[in-house]
């Protein structure tokens, strides 16, 4: 994820933070309700529009990304309520972060046990780790301060996601109705790719050479986990409403170059799946579809080499789509009408609790390898220096905690400017059991292999409880953000995800333990809580959010000119739009119209049965002053008598705009 600063660079970036005004919360989670039985068992679904205005520092490349210019997909959050028959009750919250967040878990669970009654256990925030999302609403000072290009939390859009998401929920919740759900689980080959494969084989009984130029596309978690929702309609009968699935792909198939808002290779796998079985059932609307990271974080999509960008992301992301809506396909006959369901979450401040049974974690470090960046996307310079490039692990006073890792800065001047305090120390465990499969939600970047070690102590956990399991879930990056966790052997050998596991070579083991306890208990004594009553915080800040621009009073179209395609750039048709009143960003406001000759009637454009505009993967706008806008259809379409004009609707009492037709 992180291509961190050098130390100097970590100094001066504190030091610009220390007088920004700090934001302070507290909340309270209270105790869990009691489950009430219900007739039948119900889901609700919603999806929200996250995508914030321009200006806001991009989370993910650090200081090699750009500040969002505008979008090309829009982000979003997805809500999946599920209520049994016992009155067990989950609600996944699917969004086009880069992370989840314990700060935001501790919000929501005090807003969502008031409007909704939900308990904090079933509650989980679940991200895409798309590195295109704005960073600066994490629980810590660390991620907030070296996530992104710019540094500290920023309140407004941390209050934004805070309101999106609990809109989401809250309309979820409304939303339920009589239900049927279906669990499948697939293999995706192909598509990914182990962008770390000498650590991968540095394990024991993990064979094949690091020269072998096919062994990548092996070495990685091919596994897509999906639980289907068909709601009750009117009419008595049952319809696919969306789904929940999770797979391990970086969101990285767009360079850090981009100054787009995007969700990456997640978008097209969503939007497409959703329109794939929109067309299948004959639906008058797709079903939502939301998808999130497994066991990712040294699987990389597997993208022509020089062609990162766009186009790659959309091949990789619609071959996905088309195994998921071919798996939800295969759930026809599998839907039920109850599910049973156990959720679990556990606080670990792991300052105060470093150990458990025999499994102890080192004081966090960052580490040298962390400032070269992953394979794909190497750090410039960084990469061939000594101390700093990757497989270059300490061959010297290795009889501490952290091994062979190369302290950035120095073992003796790295605390003095990162102090523990400042690291993501609050950890949230997660485990939820639907049917017979056990989905694992941890903070972290977990490997391939890490995850492996991670299903073994859960699956014994079903094992000492004599209970079925049928297949298993690590979810990465859900709840919040801790840097990576991969084995001890691939530790040993400071790769990036290595240099960036900060509490050292036990992490995997800790998390195991962790979570091994947290299922057994589960298990055998159903749903509970381990968090605080009240959860505080104090931090950084940094203001990005942008003030709303006055309205100018003038609006004009330009011509539409049109862009051949280049190596990493699709061809598309480009406006610019001068706007006479401000924008929302999480509004619509882009589409394409049609007709058919010059006398025809302009109607919305279709393709392949979708309506093209901003809610799909083709239309997209950058700012390039206070309220002007280079808007562009990307892929556009090709006839011998057909008309195009695109159209703008008009926010905050501006008139709708069309462009001139074209061609």
């Known amino acids: 994820m992180l291509r961190l600063l050098a130390i100097t660079l970590l100094a001066c970036c504190l030091s610009a933070c220390a007088n920004a005004p700090a934001f302070t919360a507290r909340y309270h989670t209270p105790p869990a309700p009691e489950p009430i039985a219900q007739a039948h068992f119900e889901a609700g679904i919603s999806e929200v529009d996250i995508t914030p205005p321009p200006g806001l520092p991009k989370a993910g490349f650090a200081t090699w990304a750009k500040d969002g210019q505008g979008f090309r997909t829009r982000l979003k959050a997805r809500a999946y309520f599920l209520r049994n028959t016992a009155g067990a009750s989950v609600l996944i919250l699917q969004t086009d972060l880069l992370a989840g967040s314990p700060l935001l878990h501790a919000a929501l669970r005090e807003r969502l046990a008031k409007s909704i009654h939900l308990p904090a256990h079933s509650l989980a925030i679940t991200a895409t780790h798309t590195h295109a999302a704005p960073g600066g609403f994490w629980g810590d000072d660390f991620y907030n301060g070296h996530a992104a290009n710019a540094a500290g939390l920023e309140p407004t859009w941390f209050n934004f996601l805070l309101e999106q998401l609990s809109k989401a929920s809250e309309q979820a919740y409304a939303a339920r109705r009589p239900a049927k759900v279906a669990l499948g689980q697939q293999e995706v080959w192909g598509l990914t790719r182990n962008r770390s494969l000498a650590p991968h084989l540095n394990n024991p009984g993990i064979t094949g050479r690091s020269d072998d130029a096919a062994r990548k596309y092996r070495a990685i978690n091919p596994k897509l986990s999906l639980l289907r929702i068909d709601q009750q309609q009117a009419d008595g009968h049952f319809q696919p409403a969306g789904a929940f699935m999770s797979f391990s792909i970086h969101g990285t198939g767009i360079p850090s170059a981009s100054p787009d808002y995007h969700a990456d290779i997640w978008a097209y796998l969503a939007i497409g799946s959703g329109r794939l079985l929109q067309a299948h059932y004959a639906l008058d609307q797709p079903p939502i579809m939301g998808a999130f990271e497994a066991s990712h974080a040294d699987v990389a999509p597997n993208a022509v080499p020089g062609l990162l960008g766009f186009g790659e992301a959309r091949r990789i992301g619609l071959g996905i789509a088309e195994q998921a809506a ?63 490039r990757p497989g270059q692990p300490r061959t010297f006073f290795t009889d501490t905690c952290q091994g062979g890792k190369h302290w950035l800065g120095t073992r003796w001047l790295q605390p003095l400017i990162l102090p523990q305090e400042e690291f993501p120390h609050r950890w949230l465990i997660q485990s939820l059991h639907l049917g017979d499969t056990a989905w694992t939600l941890l903070p972290f970047e977990v490997t391939v292999q890490a995850g492996r070690q991670i299903e073994a102590a859960v699956a014994d956990s079903f094992r000492t409880q004599q209970t079925p399991l049928t297949w298993q879930v690590i979810s990465s990056v859900a709840n919040g953000y801790t840097g990576y966790a991969t084995t001890a052997d691939e530790y040993a050998l400071q790769y990036y995800e290595g240099g960036h596991t900060l509490y050292g070579p036990n992490t995997a083991r800790f998390l195991a333990a962790h979570a091994q306890q947290q299922s057994r208990t589960l298990l055998a004594q159903g749903s509970f809580q381990q968090l605080p009553p009240t959860s505080d915080y104090r931090l950084r800040t940094g203001l990005y959010w942008p003030e709303a621009a006055a309205p100018s009073g003038a609006a004009s179209v330009s011509t539409p000119t049109y862009y051949d395609p280049s190596i990493g750039q699709e061809d598309y048709w480009q406006i610019i739009w001068q706007a006479e009143a401000p924008i929302d960003w999480h509004q619509p406001l882009i589409s394409i119209e049609t007709r058919h000759g010059e006398q025809a009637t302009w109607q919305p454009l279709r393709r392949d049965g979708a309506q093209v505009d901003d809610q799909g993967f083709d239309l997209g706008i950058r700012q390039l002053d206070a309220q002007r806008y280079q808007i562009r259809w990307y892929n556009p379409v090709f006839n011998a008598d057909d008309q195009f004009r695109f159209r703008i609707t008009g926010h905050n009492g501006a008139a709708t705009r069309f462009s001139p037709a074209f061609p």
Request: net charge negative; with cysteine; charged share 15%.
């Open 326 to 388: 071919a798996l939800f396909q295969r759930l026809d006959s599998q839907l039920q009408d109850d599910l049973p369901m156990r959720s679990a979450i556990t606080e670990v401040n792991v300052l105060s609790e470093p150990s458990l049974g025999a499994v102890s974690l080192c004081e966090p470090a960052v580490g040298a390898a962390l400032a070269a960046g992953a394979h794909e996307h190497r750090s410039p310079v960084l990469w061939h220096l000594p101390f700093i």
